[in-house]
């Protein structure tokens, strides 16, 4: 049961403004989000519809899962710092 992986033209460009060692450390926990997109530590963001984060490092994911579809869209991937902001 295999989820298929979105990204949204905003989480295109936090990726690629990444380093790279960081960047790593992200696509390996995107990639498990294929087999298990509601892994322990996700949590809910508030003000969104179910949308969810995760912690890498300093980083955060935030995305979304349409369990029904099987797809898991991916929204932002920023520094703690600055991903809530504009939410």
Partial sequence: MAYRLEDTAAARRDLQALPRDI?????????????????????????????????????????????????VTIGRVRHRRDVYRGL
């Fill in 23 to 71: 960047l790593i450390r992200i696509e390996a926990r995107l990639h498990a989000f294929t087999e298990n997109p509601h892994p322990r530590g996700a949590e809910r963001v508030q003000d969104t519809q179910g949308g969810l984060r995760v912690w890498v490092g300093d980083d955060r994911i935030l995305y979304t899962v349409d369990d029904t579809q099987q797809v």
